[in-house]
């Protein structure tokens, strides 16, 4: 049975720390693994990894993927009260389908 | 660009009534689109792929006859949750993309609540 485990489940930290998000997976026929930041409403579009070792950065936020070892991590630095979210992994298979991780909560205090 | 709507954003009804959700996409055509369910602190499951002119594939374990799929026009693909109870309440989400191989966008989401 293809399943995704994010790990840790929640996370609580101050502003400016830095934090790792981590996402295993076993998913037959994968294609790509996307992180996604949910806040109140529906999820916004992080990354997509589809190839080992390449990090994807956007501002604070990086993501690399190892699809020997399936998993992958996203780095926050310099973490802000406006990450406060849950960070949700997926991943595609060659079905088009997204299997979602449990979800991993961030909350940083001023 | 890639923008997913959905309406409502928010129903209350009583039980035993049917509700509509839209999932439209906004500045691209769909052939595909996804509808996922997310009960309080858990995360996203898909419930069933909505397919442009031809029936909806479900997920196993979820209703057919009772979560009626529409997917009339490229743009347009609609949930209807039939004589709905109260374990039915919960926040419903669709998503499409515009190319294959791009990430899905999601829609702002339908919290429904039964009473």
């Known amino acids: 049975e293809d399943k995704v485990v994010q790990s840790p489940l929640s996370l609580v930290v101050h502003e400016g720390d830095t934090v790792t998000l981590n996402c295993s997976y076993e998913v037959t026929n994968f294609r790509s693994l996307l992180w996604y930041k949910q806040e109140k409403k529906a999820p916004t579009f992080l990354f997509m990894l589809t190839s080992s070792g390449i990090e994807k950065k956007s501002g604070r936020l990086s993501s690399i993927l190892d699809k020997k070892e399936l998993f992958s991590i996203l780095n926050i630095t310099a973490t802000q009260t406006g990450d406060s979210a849950i960070y949700l992994c997926?991943?595609?298979?060659?079905?088009?389908?997204?299997?979602f991780g449990t979800g991993t909560r961030l909350q940083v205090f001023p | 660009g890639a923008v997913v709507s959905q309406h409502p954003s928010w129903v209350i009804c009583k039980s035993g009534t049917s509700v509509k959700i839209e999932c439209r996409s906004l500045d691209f055509q769909a052939t595909t689109m996804f509808w996922y369910r997310q009960f309080p602190k858990q995360s996203l499951m898909l419930m069933a792929t909505?397919?442009?002119?031809?029936?909806?594939?479900?997920e196993q374990g979820v209703e057919k006859d009772k979560f009626l799929i529409n997917h009339a026009s490229l743009t347009l693909s609609t949930l209807t949750v039939t004589s709905a109870h109260p374990e039915d309440s919960s926040f419903y989400i669709c998503?499409?993309?515009?190319?294959?191989?791009?990430?899905?966008?999601f829609g702002d989401g339908t919290r429904l609540s039964i009473l």
């Open positions: 909505s397919n442009e002119g031809s029936k909806a594939t479900y």
């Open positions: 998503s499409a993309t515009p190319q294959p191989y791009q990430p899905q966008h």
């Open positions: 997926a991943v595609e298979a060659n079905t088009d389908k997204l299997i």
